[in-house]
């Protein structure tokens, strides 16, 4: 199956299940209206989020520069510095650091830049047991399964397959509540918290200027897995830092409020360097990870805006494909509008080339982002960059259009032939048609042509009518 | 005012209607209407599907075919939205050709706009309905028509019962080649277009885009909906008496 086919299989297959479809619309609609809501309380929105977007681009502009400042930073306060090229070198780092802590039981905060490199299983393969805290990551892990939200991890489940996974993996009495669920699942994850050896977290901001890592949770699961191993292992992209300790107040004001509605998540860490001898509490070590996996090489090409991304999950709340296929269609860690643009420039071969093409390029996802990313502008873009990989038909049948469109006399032998083509229903519409067409008709009705188009009518007398 | 009518392809060919009540319309408002023959196709499915060579060579070409007019009006919020931010995106590399798309695009108008900005059409006094109303915006119209897209103007219109579908920015999953190249996802799209349209309990419905018409009252059709949809240039025709109401 080619992976055009197997796309199209997962979209068939995804706005067929009646029940994600249901789960995936409710939850999104309902966190557009809280982002509306939110950002309705905020006076000067539009000029926040320009800032938020000029920081991001300054400091895309001058990456290299404030890299090296969060290094210094963060080696000043103690922290250390790895540098890991890709997701098999990040895997590698981390898997060596749990080694040489004799690490047996991690707790994880959520983190999609571990997904990205696709930390958990390396770790269990060298018998390290991980343990997701953030409650909807929990889930998605006693269960078998993926996230399909990068915001909201379990959007496509609903409460009795949370309650039957609850009940299957951790032994606990059967029961659908949400309230007894949480706590459930709390007094199982403090265990683990008593116990584990190692916490593992992504990085939300990283200030340059002081070396703080910045992670934004609902749960406290952050604060939790942060300060109670004696190791905190923080895997981050290199396009996280941001330059200055004033400027994470622009976007902390943007990220909840774009990610749920919140004014600010319920719990903002700033971790800067390990405890220190004066501390009551945290980590003996810590450890900052900085991950490239192609990023470097996306900031020197036509699409490095795509790296302003703060991940909050705006843009597939507001998405009309996303609320119609959910998150697991788009077979990658990065789903919606922005997971289809840095899912293929991040995995730069043909496997994700329907992805830039799925959309309406209706233009919400500009709407929500925080950060002002030009969504709809860099799909096209990306559509270009990778057309000489369309089938040859395509090609074909846009490049002979494009001619026929260079003279008004072949135009109008298209419309000709559109009339004579197109099998009228006797009202004036095609119900049937083939090929291409055959893709509206299954399941649209078509307009047929009038018996006259406009500019016929124009000729005809309309020109000389007053 | 000499105006020169961008009719669109699509208008041209499955909704000449549209282009006729344009006509009407701009001459009732004194405009002086001109339509350049030559015209053919703005390049849009082309320029969307990454085609960009091919766009050019049809951007290029619309470029020369209006270069003598001064005014240039579509009742095509989508093809307005191509001539006027995306010819000077595509032609950027030469200077020459960048400047002519800057004019054009400075000079070409979406009709319903045209006439809200330029004319300063009083809606109230020309536009009514007899029965409740309600409309889809194109979204490629929304940095066009402004934040709250043409609502408020239609709300200037006495005694209108404007019945504004939840979600009213919602796309209807059109989007060119994307409506046949995706055609399950597109068709999801509209059904939750149509949801929204169909919950106002309005059967008229205000479309200002060929392509949106197409996708939303093609899928009605074959949904069984009994839902109608007019340009804004058919609606003031009909008011104005310049044509025949249609059922």
Same mark, same amino acid.
């Given at each position: 199956?080619?992976?055009?086919?197997?796309f199209?299989?997962?979209?068939?297959?995804a706005?067929?299940?009646r029940?994600v479809?249901?789960?995936v619309?409710l939850?999104?609609?309902?966190?557009?209206?809280?982002?509306?809501a939110?950002?309705?309380l905020?006076?000067?929105?539009?000029?926040?989020?320009?800032?938020?977007?000029?920081?991001?681009?300054?400091?895309?502009?001058?990456?290299?520069?404030?890299?090296?400042?969060?290094?210094?930073q963060v080696r000043?306060v103690?922290?250390?510095?790895h540098w890991?090229k890709?997701?098999?070198?990040?895997?590698?780092?981390?898997?060596?650091l749990?080694?040489?802590?004799?690490?047996?039981?991690?707790?994880?905060?959520?983190?999609m830049?571990?997904?990205?490199?696709?930390?958990?299983?390396?770790?269990?393969?060298?018998?390290?047991?991980?343990?997701?805290?953030?409650?909807g990551?929990?889930?998605?892990?006693?269960d078998h399964?993926?996230?399909?939200h990068i915001?909201?991890?379990i959007?496509?489940k609903?409460?009795?397959q949370?309650? %039957?996974? $609850?009940?299957? *993996?951790?032994?606990?009495e059967?029961?659908? /509540?949400?309230?007894?669920?949480? =706590? +459930?699942?709390? @007094?199982?994850?403090?265990?683990i918290?008593?116990r584990?050896?190692?916490?593992?977290?992504?990085?939300n901001?990283?200030?340059?200027?002081?070396?703080?890592?910045?992670?934004c949770?609902?749960?406290?699961?952050?604060?939790?897995?942060?300060?109670?191993?004696?190791v905190?292992? %923080?895997l $981050?992209?290199? *396009?996280?830092?941001?330059?200055?300790m004033? /400027?994470?107040?622009?976007?902390l =004001? +943007?990220?909840? @409020?774009?990610?749920t509605?919140?004014?600010?998540?319920?719990?903002t860490?700033?971790?800067?360097?390990?405890?220190r001898p004066?501390?009551?509490d945290g980590?003996?070590?810590?450890h900052v990870?900085l991950?490239?996996?192609?990023?470097?090489?996306?900031?020197?090409?036509?699409? %490095?805006e795509?790296?302003?991304?703060?991940?909050?999950?705006?843009?597939?709340?507001?998405?009309?494909?996303?609320?119609?296929?959910?998150?697991?269609?788009?077979?990658?860690?990065?789903?919606?509008?922005?997971?289809?643009l840095?899912t293929?420039?991040?995995?730069?071969?043909?496997?994700h080339?329907?992805l830039?093409?799925?959309?309406?390029?209706?233009?919400?996802?500009?709407v929500?982002c925080?950060?002002?990313?030009?969504?709809?502008?860099l799909?096209?873009?990306?559509?270009?960059?990778?057309?000489?990989?369309?089938?040859?038909?395509?090609?074909?049948a846009?490049r002979?259009?494009?001619?026929?469109?260079c003279s008004?006399s072949?135009y109008?032998?298209?419309?000709?032939?559109m009339r004579?083509?197109?099998?009228?229903?006797?009202e004036?519409w095609t119900t049937?048609?083939v090929g291409?067409l055959?893709?509206w008709?299954?399941?649209?009705?078509?307009p047929?042509p009038?018996?006259k188009?406009?500019?016929?009518?124009?000729?005809?007398?309309?020109?000389?009518?007053? | 005012?000499?105006?020169?009518?961008?009719?669109?392809?699509l208008?041209?060919?499955f909704?000449?209607?549209?282009?006729?009540?344009v006509?009407?319309?701009l001459?009732?408002?004194?405009?002086?209407?001109e339509?350049p023959?030559e015209?053919?196709?703005c390049g849009?499915?082309?320029?969307?599907?990454?085609?960009?060579?091919?766009?050019?060579v049809?951007a290029?070409?619309?470029i020369?075919?209006?270069?003598?007019?001064e005014?240039?009006?579509s009742?095509s919020?989508?093809?307005?939205?191509?001539?006027?931010?995306?010819?000077p995106?595509l032609?950027?590399?030469d200077?020459?050709w960048?400047l002519?798309?800057?004019?054009?695009?400075?000079?070409?108008?979406?009709?319903?706009t045209?006439?809200?900005?330029?004319?300063?059409?009083d809606l109230?006094?020309?536009l009514?309905?007899?029965?409740?109303?309600?409309?889809?915006?194109p979204?490629?119209?929304r940095?066009?028509?402004?934040v709250?897209g043409?609502?408020?103007?239609?709300?200037?219109?006495p005694?209108?019962?404007?019945?504004?579908?939840?979600?009213?920015?919602l796309?209807?999953?059109?989007?060119?080649?994307?409506a046949?190249?995706?055609a399950?996802?597109s068709?999801?799209m509209?059904?939750?277009k149509l949801?929204g349209?169909?919950?106002?309990g309005a059967r008229?419905v205000?479309?200002?885009?060929?392509?949106?018409?197409?996708?939303?009252?093609?899928?009605?059709r074959r949904?069984g909906?009994?839902l109608?949809?007019?340009h804004?240039a058919e609606c003031?025709?009909?008011?104005?008496?310049?044509?025949?109401?249609?059922?």
């Open positions: 199956m080619s992976a055009s086919d197997a199209r299989a997962r979209v068939a297959k706005v067929a299940d029940r479809v249901q789960a619309h939850a999104t609609w309902r966190k557009v209206s809280a982002r509306q939110g950002f309705a905020l006076r000067n929105a539009e000029e926040l989020r320009d800032l938020a977007s000029q920081i991001k681009q300054h400091t895309l502009e001058n990456l290299p520069q404030y890299l090296e400042q969060f290094v210094t000043r103690g922290g250390q510095i890991a890709d997701a098999a070198a990040a895997r590698a780092i981390i898997c060596d749990a080694r040489g802590y004799a690490s047996h039981l991690a707790v994880k905060v959520k983190s830049t571990t997904e990205e490199v696709d930390l958990n299983h390396a770790l269990e393969a060298i018998g390290v047991r991980v343990v997701e805290t953030d409650l990551e929990f889930i998605v892990q006693i399964d993926r996230p399909s915001v909201t991890p959007i496509h609903d409460r009795r949370i309650a %039957a996974a $609850m009940a299957r *993996e951790i032994g606990c059967y029961t659908e /509540d949400p309230t007894e669920l949480t =706590k +459930l699942a709390r @007094r199982y994850l403090r265990d918290f008593r584990c050896d190692l916490g593992i977290s992504g990085v901001f990283g200030v340059a200027e002081t070396g703080t890592i910045c992670l949770t609902n749960e406290g699961n952050g604060r939790m897995s942060t300060t109670r191993p004696r905190h292992i %923080a $981050m992209g290199i *396009e996280k830092v941001i330059p200055r004033r /400027d994470l107040a622009v976007f =004001k +943007l990220l909840s @409020r774009s990610s509605g919140q004014p600010m998540g319920s719990y860490t700033l971790i800067t360097g390990p405890k004066a501390d009551p980590p003996e070590r810590l990870v991950l490239d996996n192609g990023r470097a090489d996306i900031l020197r090409g036509p699409f %490095a795509v790296l302003k991304c703060i991940r909050c999950g705006a843009c597939l709340n507001a998405c009309p494909v996303y609320r119609n296929i959910g998150g697991h269609a788009y077979n990658s860690v990065y789903p919606g509008p922005i997971g289809s840095v293929p420039l991040l995995n730069a071969d043909r496997r080339d329907d830039p093409r799925a959309s309406s390029l209706c233009g919400a996802c500009y929500a925080p950060v002002k990313i030009n969504i709809p502008d799909l096209v873009k990306l559509r270009a960059a990778t057309r000489a990989r369309q089938p040859w038909g395509k090609r074909a846009l002979a259009w494009c001619w026929a469109m008004a072949t109008r032998q298209g419309q000709r032939l004579t083509f197109l099998p009228d229903d006797g004036g049937r048609g291409p055959g893709e008709t299954a399941t649209r009705d078509l047929r009038p018996s188009s406009f500019r016929q009518l124009w000729e005809e007398g309309l020109a000389d009518e007053r | 005012m000499n105006v020169a009518l961008f009719v669109t392809c208008t041209d060919t909704f000449p209607r549209v282009g006729t009540a006509v009407h319309v001459r009732h408002f004194g405009c002086h209407v339509f023959t015209q053919t196709c849009q499915p082309a320029y969307n599907s990454g085609f960009h060579a091919e766009a050019a049809l290029r070409r619309m020369e075919v209006f270069e003598p007019y005014t240039v009006v009742p919020a989508s093809c307005a939205t191509m001539v006027r931010h995306h010819f995106t032609l950027a590399a200077p020459r960048h002519a798309a800057q004019r054009l695009a400075g000079r070409t108008f979406e009709f319903a045209f006439l809200r900005d330029r004319l300063a059409v109230g006094a020309c009514w309905f007899d029965e409740p109303v309600t409309f889809h915006y979204c490629h119209a940095d066009i028509y402004g709250d043409l609502q408020s103007w239609l709300a200037q219109v005694h209108i019962d404007l019945r504004v579908p939840e979600h009213a920015d796309c209807c999953g059109f989007g060119g080649v994307f046949v190249e995706h399950p996802i068709t999801a509209v059904h939750d949801e349209l169909a919950a106002t008229l205000l479309c200002n885009e060929g392509g949106c018409t197409m996708q939303i009252a093609g899928a009605a949904r909906l009994p109608r949809f007019k804004i003031l025709a009909e008011s104005l008496g310049l044509l025949e109401p249609e059922p």
